[in-house]
């Protein structure tokens, strides 16, 4: 097996046995999933020459989403995209009347991520990094030290160096306090209202008008917009691009007052419209959700008619895989890529703790059996698997006298209740 370097093998064991998707190692243990991958890598490259691509990636609780959009994630780090990510939650979603849209954006550029920087919080770093770079090109072409520059000119440099961008709306506004952000930087200002303009943390117009000198903020119905000028802002200053990506989907699907799910839908439909139609560039956007989520006539993505018809299988697919098309639905994964699967993590937990596990093929694939027994009441995921099969490492390492068989032959398993279920059911306006 591979050799993993420790810290990530730790994070990853930690993460697995929580349930939970791993930040980063993600390649260690990925199975399956070529054609999809095939399709996100494409429409990265598509990213990166000023297109983009907007899906939907379907599947049931615990098969693999939220795994395959970390591991694009992590791909399109690495490949020098800027990357955004949040989580729908009952205060977060598209747009609402207790600024739920504003509440979203906030987590997309909390999350804001890049190679140098992967787990989030990299809005100030692309921004220094990307002063630094002008400032060391005004002292080549000065042939002046970096301190002799006044700041007054790098901010104006900044404005210029943007200006292609401005057939975006609020383009002027973005631009004038980015240069503001250089003046806080190079006057030492602790609390920077730059910062804070760019973070959609400001309630109140008055508020930037006095310190900032403009007009116009993030608000609840503009917030896509200030995410299209992120995506062509990275793309100017060196980057690739910005994908972004939305996951708990379900959490529209569950908003009780229909006025308000509308809405929502009506939202998501002006941003798949927007990057269809090559209304923005160097932009992906991925919303992940539950199969009910997008096809339930009565209150998914299919009872906004708008939606469906962009959405729904194509006549001649017949029941065959599409994924070229708007929505990937991911099918659960075969016995022999969870066989594949339960050896990598073996390997993984001998690594960590130094020793021979006692389990050899024959009893992974005993194992594999006994877990798919419990389809009958309701489909075992990977994520079970993964999860209880490192806890039965866990358990036969600690306890030596311990058999197999006594703890997995002849045992049955029942499959976890879907924590959907458990979301608050009536999300009023």
Same mark, same amino acid.
């Given at each position: 097996?591979?050799?993993?370097?420790?810290?990530?093998?730790?994070?990853?064991?930690?993460?697995?046995?929580?349930?939970?998707?791993?930040?980063?190692?993600?390649?260690?243990?990925?199975?399956?999933?070529?054609?999809?991958?095939?399709?996100?890598?494409?429409?990265?490259?598509?990213?990166?020459?000023?297109?983009?691509?907007?899906?939907?990636?379907?599947?049931?609780?615990?098969?693999?989403?939220?795994?395959?959009?970390?591991?694009?994630?992590?791909?399109?780090?690495?490949?020098?995209?800027?990357?955004?990510?949040?989580?729908?939650?009952?205060?977060?979603?598209?747009?609402?009347?207790?600024?739920?849209?504003?509440?979203?954006?906030?987590?997309?550029?909390?999350?804001?991520? @890049?190679?140098?920087?992967?787990?989030?919080?990299?809005?100030?770093?692309?921004?220094?990094?990307?002063?630094?770079?002008?400032?060391?090109?005004?002292?080549?072409?000065?042939?002046?030290?970096?301190?002799?520059?006044?700041?007054?000119?790098?901010?104006?440099?900044?404005?210029?160096?943007?200006?292609?961008?401005?057939?975006?709306?609020?383009?002027? !506004?973005?631009?004038? @306090?980015?240069?503001?952000?250089?003046?806080?930087?190079?006057?030492?200002?602790?609390?920077?209202?730059?910062?804070?303009?760019?973070?959609?943390?400001?309630?109140?117009?008055?508020?930037?008008?006095?310190?900032?000198?403009?007009?116009?903020?993030?608000?609840?119905?503009?917030?896509?917009?200030?995410?299209?000028?992120?995506?062509?802002?990275?793309?100017?200053?060196?980057?690739?691009?910005?994908?972004?990506?939305?996951?708990?989907?379900?959490?529209?699907?569950?908003?009780?007052?229909?006025?308000?799910?509308?809405?929502?839908?009506?939202?998501?439909?002006?941003?798949?419209?927007?990057?269809?139609?090559?209304?923005?560039?160097?932009?992906?956007?991925?919303?992940?959700?539950?199969?009910?989520?997008?096809? !339930?006539?009565?209150?998914?993505?299919?009872?906004?008619?708008?939606?469906?018809?962009?959405?729904?299988?194509?006549?001649?697919?017949?029941?065959?895989?599409?994924?070229?098309?708007?929505?990937?639905?991911?099918?659960?994964?075969?016995?022999?890529?969870?066989?594949?699967?339960?050896?990598?993590?073996?390997?993984?937990?001998?690594?960590?703790?130094?020793?021979?596990?006692?389990?050899?093929?024959?009893?992974?694939?005993?194992?594999?059996?006994?877990?798919?027994?419990?389809?009958?009441?309701?489909?075992?995921?990977?994520?079970?698997?993964?999860?209880?099969?490192?806890?039965?490492?866990?358990?036969?390492?600690?306890?030596?006298?311990?058999?197999?068989?006594?703890?997995?032959?002849?045992?049955? @398993?029942?499959?976890?209740?879907?924590?959907?279920?458990?979301?608050?059911?009536?999300?009023? @306006?």
């Amino acid at each position: 097996m591979t050799e993993i370097p420790r810290r990530t093998l730790v994070t990853m064991m930690n993460a697995l046995s929580s349930g939970v998707v791993p930040r980063r190692g993600l390649e260690y243990i990925a199975v399956g999933r070529r054609r999809e991958t095939e399709t996100f890598v494409n429409d990265l490259e598509d990213t990166a020459e000023g297109g983009g691509a907007f899906r939907f990636i379907s599947g049931k609780f615990g098969n693999g989403k939220s795994f395959m959009i970390q591991m694009v994630r992590n791909y399109a780090m690495d490949r020098g995209f800027v990357v955004m990510d949040a989580d729908l939650a009952i205060n977060r979603r598209l747009t609402g009347s207790k600024k739920e849209g504003l509440n979203t954006y906030r987590e997309l550029v909390r999350n804001m991520a @890049v190679k140098s920087r992967p787990d989030g919080g990299a809005l100030e770093l692309v921004l220094q990094r990307w002063i630094d770079e002008v400032r060391q090109r005004m002292s080549a072409e000065r042939n002046l030290p970096l301190k002799d520059i006044p700041a007054g000119d790098v901010a104006e440099r900044l404005a210029r160096e943007t200006s292609a961008m401005s057939g975006l709306t609020y383009y002027q !506004d973005f631009a004038a @306090v980015v240069s503001a952000y250089w003046r806080d930087v190079s006057s030492g200002r602790e609390d920077m209202p730059s910062l804070r303009w760019l973070k959609g943390e400001y309630e109140l117009r008055s508020d930037v008008r006095r310190d900032l000198g403009i007009t116009n903020m993030v608000n609840d119905t503009n917030w896509y917009d200030f995410i299209k000028i992120w995506a062509e802002f990275a793309h100017r200053i060196g980057y690739k691009g910005l994908v972004v990506f939305i996951d708990e989907g379900v959490v529209l699907y569950k908003i009780q007052n229909r006025v308000a799910r509308s809405n929502n839908y009506e939202r998501l439909l002006s941003m798949f419209n927007d990057i269809m139609q090559g209304k923005s560039s160097h932009l992906s956007v991925y919303v992940c959700g539950t199969p009910e989520f997008i096809e !339930d006539p009565d209150r998914g993505l299919y009872s906004y008619e708008a939606l469906r018809s962009r959405l729904v299988a194509g006549r001649f697919e017949n029941g065959y895989d599409n994924y070229l098309g708007p929505v990937i639905n991911l099918r659960p994964l075969t016995n022999e890529e969870v066989f594949v699967l339960l050896r990598t993590l073996r390997g993984m937990h001998e690594q960590r703790y130094g020793y021979r596990s006692e389990i050899d093929d024959a009893m992974l694939e005993t194992y594999l059996k006994t877990v798919t027994c419990a389809i009958g009441q309701g489909m075992v995921t990977p994520r079970e698997i993964t999860r209880d099969f490192i806890s039965l490492l866990d358990t036969m390492h600690q306890n030596p006298d311990v058999t197999f068989s006594q703890l997995v032959e002849n045992r049955t @398993v029942s499959p976890d209740r879907d924590p959907d279920d458990d979301l608050i059911e009536d999300l009023e @306006v």
